[in-house]
């Protein structure tokens, strides 16, 4: 604690206020780690069954595709 030491209690006042304060942010931070757990798990449990390219570019591109087929046994895969 050389960097940020304790405040001595006789130096800190708490009040009602400061309380509400902190469990209102706690919450806050509760509903935000919650929305993006969500959202990360909404993103990785979507799969994509078509792909389109856009061609109006008049240009080649590079495309890397990676595909994964947890149900299915290596000895059914042909390429």
């Given at each position: 604690?050389?960097?940020?030491?304790k405040?001595?209690?006789e130096y800190t006042?708490?009040?009602?206020?400061g309380g509400?304060?902190?469990v209102i942010a706690c919450g806050l931070i509760f509903i935000l780690?919650?929305?993006e757990i969500i959202t990360w798990r909404s993103q990785n449990l979507?799969?994509?069954?078509h792909v389109v390219v856009d061609t109006s570019l008049g240009q080649r591109?590079?495309?890397?595709?990676?595909?994964s087929f947890p149900a299915l046994a290596c000895h059914d895969v042909h390429v």
């Open positions: 604690d050389f960097m940020f030491p405040v001595d209690t006042v708490q009040t009602d206020r509400v304060a902190f780690c919650l929305a979507r799969t994509v069954e591109m590079q495309v890397n595709i990676n595909i």
